[in-house]
């Protein structure tokens, strides 16, 4: 037999001895005064750690990025229609940017550069008409000058995961902008050897064949993005060939998504757009941002250019397509 108490004399003496103790305070001290052994086997519970807020994360599953080998094709011009998005895309040659003193039109730094084509840039922090800064938003680096541009307002958690594009002669990547790892010229540069041009886009329309969706694009929080406006875009094709591209009609983001994911693109970056629209190609200007074909889009600071020799088969457009000569 055990020589230890069985536990129901065990629970009858533990109860015995609350309620002596309780008698006992309660003829000591008075009514006023009630004190309750605690369990023997309760145990002491430590207050909580207070919980770390959550980390900034990409709008986009897009940690990876993209990096494709540029074939440096001949410059084609293609003319589409997709989801109802009519769209004018020049494909090829070696892209680069320019970044002008002061703001002026696309078509003088296609000719300053000696370029065949370009497109007006990325957003800049002064979007009014009356502007005259060349101050972009986020880092940037031009084909023109010889260091990246760093401002303090581009390490705010508003850019965090915003596509930054960076381009060599023989190589474009894509990545997700974190200002932590990308606030100096040498951190671009391990990103991409040989590092001619950086620039940072406004949303990631489409990644690895994907259209963003509106949700996704809500993220990136550039206000006039649903805003139905002629877009600017540069993108990628599957093959690693450059392009930049514009609407020939007015169109929110979401729908421009669509009809480049049925274009087959690979990736697309959207640029600033609205009234800034400007795509050239040699003398003409293939898109406007303006309704009126006659009225020239307005000055910008920053322009992506073409480098290249155009294809054996020279561009077919109709007439109301080119809609006016520099």
Not at 99 to 117: D, H, N
Not at 269 to 281: A, E, I, K, R
Request: charge should be positive.
């Amino acid at each position: 037999m055990s020589s230890q108490p069985s536990s129901s004399f065990r629970d009858r003496a533990w109860t015995a001895l609350r309620a002596w103790s309780s008698a006992f305070v309660l003829a000591v001290f008075g009514a006023a005064a009630v004190y309750v052994l605690p369990p023997p086997s309760l145990p002491v519970l430590a207050a909580p750690a207070p919980v770390p807020p959550p980390p900034i994360a990409a709008p986009r599953d897009v940690q990876l990025g993209t990096d494709l080998i540029n074939p440096q094709a001949p410059l084609l011009v293609v003319q589409a229609r997709k989801a109802g998005v009519p769209l004018i895309l020049i494909e090829g040659g070696v892209p680069q940017t320019r970044r002008s003193a002061f703001r002026c039109g696309v078509g003088k730094m296609v000719q300053e550069a000696g370029a065949q084509a370009g497109l007006n840039g990325t957003f800049f922090v002064d979007a009014s008409v009356a502007g005259t800064d060349n101050v972009l938003i986020g880092p940037s680096l031009c084909g023109n000058e010889a260091k990246a541009v760093f401002n303090p307002e581009d390490r705010t958690a508003l850019l965090v995961g915003r596509p930054l594009v960076l381009l060599s002669k023989t190589q474009t990547r894509v990545v997700p902008y974190q200002p932590a790892a990308m606030g100096t010229q040498s951190d671009l540069e391990a990103w991409l050897p040989g590092l001619t041009d950086a620039f940072l886009g406004g949303v990631w329309l489409v990644h690895n064949g994907s259209a963003a969706t509106l949700a996704q694009i809500d993220a990136y929080q550039v206000h006039d993005a649903e805003d139905p406006r002629r877009r600017a875009f540069f993108c990628l094709l599957p093959d690693g060939r450059p392009a930049l591209g514009a609407t020939t009609y007015v169109t929110p983001s979401a729908n421009l998504a669509s009809a480049l994911q049925s274009l087959g693109l690979r990736e697309a970056v959207l640029l600033d757009s609205g009234f800034s629209t400007s795509l050239v190609y040699g003398k003409q200007i293939l898109v406007t941002g303006h309704t009126s074909p006659g009225i020239p889009s307005r000055p910008v600071p920053h322009a992506l250019v073409l480098f290249g020799k155009p294809a054996p088969t020279a561009p077919t457009l109709p007439r109301s397509v080119l809609v006016a000569s520099r």
